[in-house]
Structure formats: C-alpha cells, structure tokens
C-alpha cells in the first residue's frame, strides 16, 4: 500500500506509542521511514525500531523549535529530496493544564498549545517545501474535541484547535496536492495517556459505551487507518477527521459525572 513512499514519523518514544504502530506497519507495506524522536527520546526510539525488517533512523527533533524543523527539513531534502506523507504524533500539556481549566497558569495553557497545535502547522510547512508533484499526505493524532471529557480538560481545547487547523491546512495545501486529515482515536494506554490523571476513567466510558469492542491496549487498528490515509487509496480524502475509536462518536449516551468537569482530585 505504501511502496515507494518515503514516510516521515514523529512521538516515537515507547513501544506502545501509536508513533511505533505506524512505522512497523508502514515499513511492512513497503515504505521508507524516517523517524524525528524528541532529543531525550532518541536512545529509546531506536531500540524500539531495531527489530523492523529495514533500519529507520532517528533524528533528534523538538518540534516546538524553528530551528529544529529547518533542520529536519534538510536532514530530509538531502536524504531523499522530496517527502511524500509525514504524521504528526506529537501532543504534551503540563500536568497543571489537565487539571481545573480555571487553574491552570497561562505559560502552561501556551507550552500545550505550542506543542500540540502549532507544531502541526509546522509540518504543514514542510510538506508545503517537500511535497512532489505527484502531492502528499500530512496525517495528525486526535481525540474527540466535541465534549468535555471529565479528565482530559486543557487538552480539548488544544484537539479542539487541532481539528479547526486541519481544515485550514487543508485549505493551503491543497493546491499543491497535499492533503491533511486527523485521525481521532479512542483512549490508549500510551506514554501520553498515563501523564492524564485519572485517565481510566476515559476507558471505562468506552468498556461501557461504545458499540464496538474497544481494547485500550492495541494501537494497531489505529496504525492501520494512518497508513491508509498516507496512501494513495485517500488521494481525494482532506480535511477529514477519521474516527477510530470503536463507533463511541456516533454514541448520545454521555453521563456528566462531575459538575466541574475536573479529574477528581482537583474536586
């Protein structure tokens, strides 16, 4: 499904990451890939890659810095000299951010944002540089911003921002035959999930809700659709947001446990 193309990943950190998902499987259908790994992630990165059919390598980004992504972008140019899909894995919000919104300090709220959001404009930005004439793909993580989860607080607003930025890019890079669409996930048990407190509470609501069985343990159904959409089966799909999460979208069942929409231990 993907040979030939030259992949770009990044938020591969630990084995379960989606980020790890989608780079087995994107080499196994015939991709190359390259990985950009937060610096304190590479070591980690690499180990978790090591035992893939064909070596992919590790750059060290911060993709909250200009400087970073100039620099990936001629890791990139030099290596390959286009890019034809790249997925944006890349979420963070402080712990005080995914307690009370009416707590949380704005240098905080803006760290998220920066994180979460901008820097998925800034692989926008390089697609918009990299992207053949034939187009490309840009494929980032959400996770449903229509509702105000009981746990998940400043990080809505950021998925929230996320998906209205999709759009946006969408808009841009169309043009140029670059697509962009999210992939809305249900609750896994990664790296960044056990930085949510109270994060079972999210799969319980799934155990109970959604109409598909839906195992918090397994990013592959999720690695399966980002694939799909970096290839050239969804080369008239953009803008979109494809649900994976076991149907609980399309559920109205939403029982509002806590009047202040804060994790319990904020009260």
């Known amino acids: ?92 919000a402080p712990r005080s951010a995914l ?18 959001v901008w820097s998925y404009a800034a692989f926008g930005r390089l697609l918009q540089r990299l992207a053949p004439p034939s187009g490309a793909s840009l494929v980032g993580l959400d996770f449903d911003s229509a509702r105000a989860w009981p746990v998940y607080n400043w990080m809505g607003p950021c998925k929230a921002a996320l998906r209205s930025l999709n759009g946006y890019l969408a808009r841009d890079l169309g ?3 670059v697509r962009a669409n999210l992939v809305a996930a249900g609750p896994l048990r990664t790296r960044a999930a056990s930085g949510i407190p109270d994060f079972e ?14 195992d918090p343990a397994d990013g592959s159904g999720v690695a399966d659709a980002v694939c799909f959409l970096l290839s050239d089966l969804a080369r008239a799909i953009t803008g979109e947001v494809l649900h994976v999460d076991g149907g609980m979208h399309a559920m109205a069942t939403y029982l509002r446990e806590n009047p202040a929409g804060a994790s319990p231990e904020h009260g």
Do not use: N
Not at 38 to 60: H, M, N, S
Not at 99 to 116: C, H, I, K
């Open 1 to 92: 499904m993907l040979h030939g193309k030259r992949v770009l990943v990044s938020g591969v950190a630990t084995r379960d990451s989606i980020a790890a998902a989608v780079v087995e499987r994107a080499v196994r259908a015939g991709a190359e890939v390259v990985v950009a790994a937060y610096p304190k992630d590479v070591c980690a990165a690499q180990e978790v890659l090591a035992g893939l059919p064909q070596p992919v390598e590790v750059v060290a980004v911060d993709a909250t810095s200009e400087s970073d992504m100039t620099m990936l972008e001629d890791e990139v140019r030099h290596r390959w000299g286009a890019l034809d899909g790249a997925l944006h894995a890349i979420a963070f």
């Open 99 to 116: 307690g009370s919104v009416m707590d949380a300090p704005a240098r905080d709220v803006e760290l998220a944002m920066r994180t979460s």
């Open 201 to 214: 509470v999210l799969v319980d609501r799934w155990d109970r809700q959604a109409p598909l069985a839906w």
């Open 175 to 177: 043009c140029l035959g």
